[in-house]
């Protein structure tokens, strides 16, 4: 089985709202984005796909994102923006990106900081 990743950041800000401590008031973050894609065969130049392909499809959905609010956003405005909940999200709109693909959305990864991750893959 073969696995490429892209990675990329967006910045943005949120607060967490029921969040017993600092992270119930703003601030900002400069999340990173891991997504994966898995498959057991490779095209017929040796890739799973193109890293310029899913580089500009994950361009595009994180735009929806970066710089901005997030809390101010529809996505959110019931759901916290958590990394858990964004990297749910992102993995919908690659996704349907990525339709008719034969290859497998396998997980995409939030970094929040350094040291903590979320991620979100279809069970
Ligand atoms: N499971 C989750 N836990 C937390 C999330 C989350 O999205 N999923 N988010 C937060 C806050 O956004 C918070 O800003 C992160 O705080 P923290 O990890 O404490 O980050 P710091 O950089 O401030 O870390 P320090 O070690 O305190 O400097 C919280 N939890
Ligand atoms: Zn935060």
Redesign the pocket.
Known sequence: MYEVCVSMNFSAA?N?RGYQGK?EAL?G?NWKVEVILRSALLDKIGMVEDFTLIKSKLKEVLALFDHKYLNTLSYFKKKNP???NIAKIIYGKMKERMNGSSVLLEAVKVW??ET?F?SYREP
Do not use: Y
Request: proline content about 0%.
């Open positions: 949120h967490l992270c601030h973050h958590t990394s858990e929040e900081t903590t979320a």
